[in-house]
């Protein structure tokens, strides 16, 4: 079984609607992260967590918004789909926060908002 | 500011060559580390070597390896004995001392031919 899961892996929406991208990961890992990625722009980081109680915003936050709900689960939702949020969007864990720590990434939701 | 820089949208290489990808990074901190991964057509993004900003060797995984020039901020891959799974998105990270995000380049797109 994949170390780094995530559900749905392909959703259409429409825009205006409520949805929400769900990661579970069995790695232990402490820190959980959603990145989306866009053509040729590479991946950019959306919100990572450290633990439970610890959420934090990253670069591009602004229409989206995280629940950690246990330290294995890290859901993204979009609160009012639009869309430029038509993306490819990417789960990832690691287990500290140390230059050293590799990022695993899950396989990956793609995204179109219509 | 931090950023990765890759300057090769696009490679061809043939079957059981070796092939450079190219990377460059800039930053003014001192520990950081690097990272290369791959992206296959089906989307996921697999990890495949890291090199930290103190190590004195070069990183190698199997036929991975990573030509780390300090000096230059530069973190080329090298994959020897080219073969058709290698074709696939390849994106260097960059992650920097007390931050918890990758900061990734825009990908280098690397076909293999028979």
């Known amino acids: 079984d994949a170390d780094v899961t995530q559900t749905p892996r392909n959703r259409i929406t429409k825009t205006g609607k409520r949805i929400m991208l769900e990661c579970s990961q069995t790695?232990?890992?402490?820190?959980m992260y959603w990145y989306r990625q866009d053509p040729g722009l590479g991946l950019r980081l959306i919100y990572y967590?450290?633990?439970?109680?610890?959420?934090n915003k990253g670069e591009i936050s602004d229409g989206y918004s995280v629940s950690r709900q246990a330290q294995a689960k890290f859901s993204l939702s979009l609160e009012s789909a639009i869309p430029n949020q038509t993306a490819l969007y990417f789960c990832?864990?690691?287990?500290?926060?140390?230059?050293?720590?590799?990022?695993?990434f899950g396989p990956g939701t793609r995204l179109t908002v219509l | 500011a931090q950023k990765i820089t890759q300057t090769q949208p696009g490679m061809f290489v043939q079957e059981k060559e070796a092939v450079t990808l190219d990377c460059t990074y800039d930053?003014?901190?001192?520990?950081?580390?690097l990272f290369w991964y791959k992206q296959p057509s089906s989307g996921e993004m697999i990890f495949l070597i890291y090199?930290?900003?103190?190590?004195?060797q070069n990183a190698t995984e199997g036929r991975y390896s990573l030509n780390f020039q300090k000096a230059r901020k530069s973190a080329n891959l090298v994959i020897s004995a080219s073969q058709l799974g290698d074709s696939a998105m390849y994106f260097c990270?960059?992650?920097?001392?007390?931050?918890?995000?990758?900061?990734f380049g825009t990908g280098t797109r690397l076909q293999v031919f028979p």
């Open positions: 990832a864990t690691s287990p500290t926060g140390g230059v050293t720590d590799t990022q695993y």
């Open positions: 790695k232990g890992h402490d820190r």
């Open positions: 967590s450290f633990d439970v109680k610890d959420i």
């Open positions: 930053t003014s901190d001192q520990s950081y580390g």
């Open positions: 090199q930290g900003s103190y190590d004195e």
């Open positions: 990270a960059m992650r920097v001392y007390n931050t918890d995000k990758l900061i």
